[in-house]
């Protein structure tokens, strides 16, 4: 890309030297140490690190311009603008030529789900013999039955992600479905995409270390649908407390499907039932109805199932064979994944108040009557505090039996974190608490009778452990079979 190109279209306030420059801007870093010659290096600012004071360094490392929100030292031609997050989510658009504008492209959003909810559609999307791509918490792929490429964030920056855009592009991709968390959208991640279609899982507590409040929380979500367009869709859980919210921010000409359980909407699931195989209820889908049975289950598989239907139906895709595709799919990694039998030992992602209740409900449908409940759980460190008593309460009222411990603790001690979470308890009596998360397992293997079902809430897919000063490997599931099945 051409300086001038990037001039002529970028909200700047000053230039600073660009008269000098010469040759093509070949790439965009924001990490000095990953600088590479001719790349434009934009210094962020952010809660811990102001890219300011590294820009020496990426100039050292070949970078040729940089975009700032002061003026630095440095003589090199530099972009003044008001801020850096947006600026670089404009300029990583233009960079790779607004690639988005060239996709089917469909965001999902909300606390829960999300994960689940892109896997499916991508799914339906390939039923349809229709091209689709993945990007989320677990990674990247180009096809449903291809590896997951490293994701370091559930939306990736947005170099990263214009370029992925770019060289979905490239392989004639047609259609992309994607995670967008509340963070990228604050933060401006996602700013420049064009997005065909947006969907709701819900909105529930989770994030208020960063964004304070639930109104902020809404707000960073709500962006998503705000800049849907005439003919783009949104897809909102009319059951959903926001749901109200979000729908007021949709324009006119964006065409709006709902789906739900408990109130009115183009989507409902009516006779849910939930027993060792699944989940089966009876789809409406806007006044045709559909017997449906699914491997999945739990009350969240049924709403993920309606959200992937409702895609389905704004998408135009054949219902009853979209379905029958929904009835072959077991789940996603770490979502209510059941890694043993006899004890039934499920391992999931759950780590907010409403992602655990959701789960323990669940358990509790499949959990024998002479069977007891058994939950694992642990909350992260540097993160919202105040959910933990919340999560202690749900766990002491869904749960027989609960063994607090540990989860990415990261720079905070493990006791504090499980003090917080105990004041939610009305009695300890039926709690254990293990810091030591291994050793919470091997204790629930003690206790855990054969008709016993235990819940191993927290990190789902996650393979590591977040500690004051390091990372470790650690997967629920490896040390569920190593210790539940000598494997």
Do not use: W
Request: hydrophobic share 40%.
């Amino acid at each position: 890309m051409r300086l001038e190109t990037l001039i002529d279209n970028l909200n700047y306030i000053e230039l600073v030297n660009t008269d000098d420059f010469v040759g093509e801007i070949e790439g965009i870093s924001y990490n000095s140490k990953k600088a590479q010659p001719n790349d434009i290096f934009i210094c962020l600012t952010g809660e811990h690190v102001d890219g300011h004071e590294y820009a020496e360094e990426a100039v050292s490392n070949g970078a040729c311009i940089c975009v700032v929100e002061r003026r630095l030292t440095l003589d090199v031609p530099q972009i003044v603008v008001s801020d850096t997050t947006e600026a670089i989510a404009q300029i990583s658009d233009l960079l790779y030529s607004s690639p988005s504008k060239k996709l089917n492209l469909i965001g999902v959003t909300g606390t829960n789900g999300k994960t689940t909810v892109t896997h499916l559609i991508q799914r339906l999307f390939e039923a349809e013999n229709k091209k689709c791509a993945l990007i989320g918490t677990l990674g990247n792929k180009m096809f449903s039955s291809d590896e997951y490429h490293d994701a370091k964030h559930t939306t990736p920056q947005a170099p990263e992600l214009q370029k992925l855009f770019y060289e979905i592009n490239e392989k004639n991709i047609p259609n992309v479905v994607m995670e967008v968390s509340s963070h990228s959208l604050a933060q401006h991640r996602v700013d420049y995409s064009e997005f065909n279609g947006a969907v709701l899982t819900n909105l529930t507590q989770d994030h208020l270390d960063f964004h304070i409040t639930m109104q902020n929380y809404f707000k960073a979500k709500a962006k998503l649908f705000e800049n849907l367009y005439t003919d783009d869709f949104a897809v909102i859980n009319a059951d959903d407390s926001y749901a109200g919210q979000f729908l007021q921010v949709i324009s006119s000409g964006v065409k709006v499907y709902t789906y739900g359980i408990k109130m009115p909407a183009d989507v409902k699931a009516e006779n849910i039932s939930f027993d060792d195989n699944g989940a089966s209820f009876v789809c409406d889908v806007q006044g045709k109805k559909y017997n449906v049975n699914l491997v999945m289950n739990g009350m969240f598989s049924v709403y993920n199932v309606l959200a992937a239907i409702t895609v389905a139906l704004a998408q135009g895709f054949d219902i009853e064979n979209s379905i029958k595709i929904l009835e072959t799919i077991h789940g996603v990694a770490g979502r209510f994944e059941v890694v043993t039998r006899k004890p039934t030992v499920i391992v999931d992602y759950a780590h907010t108040p409403d992602g655990l209740e959701n789960v323990l409900k669940a358990a509790r449908e499949i959990t024998p009557k002479d069977g007891k409940l058994i939950c694992i759980f642990g909350c992260g460190g540097d993160r919202d505090a105040t959910k933990r008593p919340k999560m202690g309460a749900i766990a002491e009222g869904l749960a027989d039996k609960v063994i607090v411990t540990s989860d990415n603790p990261r720079s905070e001690e493990p006791h504090q974190i499980i003090t917080d979470i105990l004041a939610g308890f009305k009695s300890v009596n039926n709690v254990v608490v293990e810091p030591d998360r291994e050793l919470a397992i091997k204790e629930a293997s003690k206790i855990a009778n054969i008709n016993d079902v235990v819940v191993v809430a927290g990190k789902g897919h996650e393979d590591y452990q977040i500690l004051k000063d390091k990372t470790i490997h650690f997967d629920d599931r490896e040390k569920v079979r190593e210790i539940f099945e000598g494997v």
